[in-house]
């Protein structure tokens, strides 16, 4: 599958989890989330630490995700990702998108195991959606 069918169909999830999401404006963590919800759509992030960052609900991690939740974005450490990349596959996630710096040759090789659709080549979400910083 190219990259742009595996896009379009991560941007197909009915509501996003952001897995990494940050209250600091200028890191990408916060930036992932506003982009979302900048492209009017339903975003839920994922931080044990924080009860809400933009107005917007927190959960405590990815078992903790709606079940419309069908696409993540992760913005984590290469070796924070291969811990939650199998939660994700055992919640059923089906879409997972590795922002650049998040990705893991193992994460990756997993995701592929199950079948999950995974972007982990570099492309960044902030480029395909067109965030805007203000």
Not at 84 to 110: D, F, R, T
Request: glycine share 8%; charged share 20%.
């Amino acid at each position: 599958m190219e990259t742009r069918e595996q896009i379009e169909r991560f941007l197909a999830s009915p509501a996003f989890g952001v897995v990494g999401a940050s209250t600091n404006r200028h890191k990408f963590g916060n930036k992932v989330l506003r982009c979302y919800a900048q492209n009017g759509r339903r975003v839920v992030p994922v931080n044990p630490n924080e009860s809400e960052i933009e107005q917007i609900p927190c959960v405590a991690g990815i078992s903790d995700l709606p079940p419309e939740v069908k696409s993540i974005s992760m913005i984590t450490p290469p070796a924070v990702t291969e811990q939650l990349v199998p939660l994700a596959i055992e919640k059923g996630i089906e879409n997972i998108w590795m922002q650049p710096g998040a990705e893991s040759p193992g994460a990756v090789a997993l995701c592929l195991q199950h079948n999950v659709n995974v972007i982990a080549d570099g492309s960044c979400i902030l480029v395909v959606l067109g965030y805007h910083d203000h």
